[in-house]
């Protein structure tokens, strides 16, 4: 299981350096949630190793560009998201107008563990996200993959805060309705 | 029970081996070994970080007061230019002056031409006789 608080801090400063051994720790560090990330919404196995790899280059290419090292899994999401939106926009226009959109709830659900899945509703579980529409997609898995908060999601998503609560919500929400009705 | 994150890693464990290889293929087509790095920088990649240090800290942080900046120097230039484009008719004038004095002074050479009689050439002086120098003169003394 991969524990999301680094007891080291992530070696951005020497890869920026142009350490070549740095750069293998953090890819090493992302590479499994970049892709579970991009697969989940893009849907296509060469596609999504496809935009990890440019994701990586793009990242080595303007390291020197991120200005706050502890945002550098953000910054990562956030290249590999826009990568997935242009495949979006060659695939299906019509999926955004499925979004559910409403005002964001009072009160948010913290954690992304608050959600736990039986054995047997694990494959269910796995059907019924494709099912989301890609925003709400896209924030939910944000939220399970990398534990990032909702700022950190709207920065990566460039949406703003309230937007990313709303879908968060209600994505949530209509996945558990979905396991329910299972 | 698992969480979304156990059955989402999970479910995609197989890939790992392609990521690693693609990971491996961009470490070693993007990324510069250690001990080359070790390599004293050449010119080129000193001027290169310092334009890029210049870059992120002085100009990328205040971009918008130095969109600002060029903007106004821009406004200035063309500002400049139309000015230059309005101003030919002001040398034109200037010469014109000058064209009047001219002709006026060579009228006044032409009168004063016309007025003065032509200069004599000067008359040679006849080379003095012996009787005129002082020292072949006869001398009276006069006496006390």
């Given at each position: 299981?991969?524990?999301?608080?680094?007891?080291?801090?992530?070696?951005?400063?020497?890869?920026?350096?142009?350490?070549?051994?740095?750069?293998?720790?953090?890819?090493?560090?992302?590479?499994?949630?970049?892709?579970?990330?991009?697969?989940?919404?893009?849907?296509?196995?060469?596609?999504?190793?496809?935009?990890?790899?440019?994701?990586?280059?793009?990242?080595?290419?303007?390291?020197?560009?991120?200005?706050?090292?502890?945002?550098?899994?953000?910054?990562?999401?956030?290249?590999?998201?826009?990568?997935?939106?242009?495949?979006?926009?060659?695939?299906?226009?019509?999926?955004?107008?499925?979004?559910?959109?409403?005002?964001?709830?009072?009160?948010?659900?913290?954690?992304?563990?608050?959600?736990?899945?039986?054995?047997?509703?694990?494959?269910?579980?796995?059907?019924?996200?494709?099912?989301?529409?890609?925003?709400?997609?896209?924030?939910?898995?944000?939220?399970?993959?990398?534990?990032f908060s909702i700022e950190q999601i709207a920065e990566i998503?460039?949406?703003?805060?309230?937007?990313?609560?709303?879908?968060?919500?209600?994505?949530?929400?209509?996945?558990?309705?979905?396991l329910g009705e299972q | 029970m698992k969480t979304p994150r156990?059955?989402?890693?999970?479910?995609?464990?197989?890939?790992?081996?392609?990521?690693?290889?693609?990971?491996?293929?961009?470490?070693?087509?993007?990324?510069?070994?250690?001990?080359?790095?070790?390599?004293?920088?050449?010119?080129?990649?000193?001027?290169?970080?310092?334009?890029?240090?210049?870059?992120?800290?002085?100009?990328?942080?205040?971009?918008?007061?130095?969109?600002?900046?060029?903007?106004?120097?821009?406004?200035?230039?063309?500002?400049?230019?139309?000015?230059?484009?309005?101003?030919?008719?002001?040398?034109?004038?200037?010469?014109?002056?000058?064209?009047?004095?001219?002709?006026?002074?060579?009228?006044?050479?032409?009168?004063?031409?016309?007025?003065?009689?032509?200069?004599?050439?000067?008359?040679?002086?006849?080379?003095?006789?012996?009787?005129?120098?002082?020292?072949?003169?006869?001398?009276?003394?006069?006496?006390?």
């Amino acid at each position: 299981m991969l524990v999301m608080a680094e007891c080291n801090p992530l070696p951005v400063p020497q890869a920026r350096a142009g350490d070549q051994a740095a750069w293998d720790v953090l890819f090493r560090r992302y590479q499994l949630p970049l892709y579970v990330y991009v697969f989940e919404l893009v849907r296509d196995e060469q596609a999504s190793l496809d935009i990890v790899q440019e994701t990586f280059i793009k990242a080595v290419r303007h390291i020197r560009g991120l200005r706050e090292d502890e945002k550098f899994g953000g910054w990562l999401f956030g290249i590999a998201h826009q990568r997935c939106i242009q495949s979006w926009r060659k695939q299906t226009r019509e999926e955004a107008a499925l979004e559910e959109v409403g005002a964001a709830p009072a009160e948010f659900e913290a954690g992304p563990d608050d959600l736990l899945i039986r054995r047997e509703h694990e494959e269910t579980f796995m059907r019924l996200l494709s099912r989301l529409s890609p925003p709400q997609r896209a924030v939910l898995l944000l939220h399970f993959v990398e534990d990032f908060s909702i700022e950190q999601i709207a920065e990566i998503t460039r949406s703003a805060t309230g937007t990313v609560k709303s879908r968060l919500h209600y994505a949530k929400r209509a996945l558990r309705k979905l396991l329910g009705e299972q | 029970m698992k969480t979304p994150r156990e059955i989402l890693f999970e479910h995609h464990r197989h890939a790992t081996p392609r990521l690693d290889a693609l990971r491996r293929e961009v470490l070693a087509a993007h990324t510069v070994p250690a001990n080359a790095n070790a390599l004293p920088p050449t010119r080129l990649v000193l001027i290169q970080q310092v334009f890029s240090k210049v870059w992120l800290e002085l100009i990328w942080p205040s971009r918008r007061a130095w969109a600002g900046l060029v903007a106004l120097w821009l406004g200035i230039l063309a500002a400049n230019l139309q000015l230059k484009a309005t101003l030919p008719s002001a040398p034109t004038a200037r010469a014109a002056p000058a064209a009047d004095v001219v002709q006026a002074f060579a009228e006044q050479r032409r009168v004063l031409a016309e007025l003065l009689p032509p200069l004599k050439p000067p008359t040679t002086q006849t080379p003095r006789s012996a009787a005129d120098r002082r020292s072949q003169r006869p001398v009276a003394f006069k006496c006390c």
